[in-house]
């Protein structure tokens, strides 16, 4: 996927996966939680969704 120019590909992730409108973001990867809450912040969408290791999610 090519960057828009002066946008972050965290960004641009945070806003294809808000289409689907969703309660959990589940990844697999710590480096990715952290972008992703960064890019939810910056977007001021934080308390819309949360962001969660999929470890969390087993139970």
């Known amino acids: ?3 828009k120019s002066g946008e972050r590909m965290s960004h ?3 806003d294809q ?3 689907s ?3 959990v973001i589940a990844v697999s990867c710590p480096f990715c939680v952290l972008m992703l809450e960064d ?3 910056a977007k001021n969408l934080q308390n819309k969704v949360k962001v ?3 470890s969390e999610l087993a139970n």
């Open 21 to 23: 409108n969703p309660d």
């Open 1 to 3: 996927m090519e960057e």
């Open 39 to 41: 890019a939810l912040k």
């Open 52 to 54: 969660k290791d999929v």
């Open 12 to 14: 641009q992730r945070v």
């Open 17 to 19: 996966l808000m289409e």
